[in-house]
């Protein structure tokens, strides 16, 4: 378990992070939230001991003492992968850094895994950026960490190799592992994450379950879809909060039942489709960060 607790970093007058706390539970999955310049980078490079708090504390299994490196992998946003060695020896040298023993036959066999088994003796400038993507998660995960942290994971990676990530992933939570991962892709998120943490303007925004959030924070609506086309400008809907959309109306129903929304309805126009339509996460993430800035 790692426990943020009230870290905060101010660059002369820029608050980068005020007060921020959060709780990365192991064999769970945390998405790590907020849009460009939110503070989230530097949270992670303050998790990481690459820059010092200026007040607040980070506890690994309630103990302030850092873990040993081997026991955290880490995925920076920027690639740090030196460009004139061969993929083979650069994961090589990073798993003699970590103290892994034997590690050849580990190396080839994420190599292959990732579609990288021809490539051993490539120089890593020769790889594509999805490539260098791909051996640079390998160079996190190849130790075995219990604390995983990654920085845009899916950056530059194509559908095919975004699915063999989360799939490791996925194995990686079921081992147990304290994973904490920040994201731009927000249906990468609510595909993987139990929990989520979102930050604005350096401070906590919202926290918890993904599944709690979406379901308490989602503004709930009805997607009706009219018998006729043309009723889609009806009148009736002017007595709803209510938006067209891709050959739907979409109805607020806070303030009203569901029932009493479809009665009204139905008085007025033939209705072909009625049901509820659930917001997803960045639709949240929008409105909290726009509710943020109010």
Known sequence: MIEIKKISKTY???????????????????GFLGPNGAGKTTAIRMLMN??????GNILFEGSDQRPPSNQI?????????????????????????????????LI???????????????KVSELSKGNQQ?????????????????????????????????????????????????????DQVEK???????????????????????????????QVIPTHGEDLSHQCFSAFNSERSNGSV?????G??????IATLNTAIDLKSVKVAEQGLEDIFIQLVQGAKT
């Open 12 to 30: 002369d007058d820029i608050v980068a992070v005020a007060d921020l706390d959060m709780t990365i539970q192991p064999g769970r999955i945390y």
């Open 134 to 186: 791909k051996l640079q998660f390998i160079n996190t995960i190849l130790h075995d960490p219990q604390y995983i942290v990654l920085d845009e994971p899916f950056s530059g990676l194509d559908p095919v190799n975004q699915l063999l990530l989360k799939e490791i992933l996925e194995e990686l939570k079921q081992a147990g592992k304290t994973i904490l991962f920040s994201s731009h892709q927000m």
């Open 73 to 105: 992998g880490y995925l920076p946003e920027e690639r740090g992968l030196y460009q004139k060695i061969s993929v083979f020896e650069t994961l090589q040298y990073f798993a003699h850094l970590r103290s892994v023993t034997h590690p050849n036959d």
């Open 256 to 261: 009203h039942s569901k029932q009493d929304i």
């Open 50 to 55: 690459i820059i010092i708090p200026d007040s």
């Open 108 to 122: 080839k066999e994420y190599l292959q895994r990732f579609d990288l088994g021809s490539r051993l003796q490539s």
């Open 250 to 254: 979409f109805i607020e129903i806070d």
């Open 192 to 222: 993987l994450c139990d929990d989520v943490a979102l930050i604005n303007h350096g401070k906590l925004v919202i926290a918890g379950n993904l599944k709690t959030i979406l379901q308490s924070e989602g503004v709930k609506r009805l």
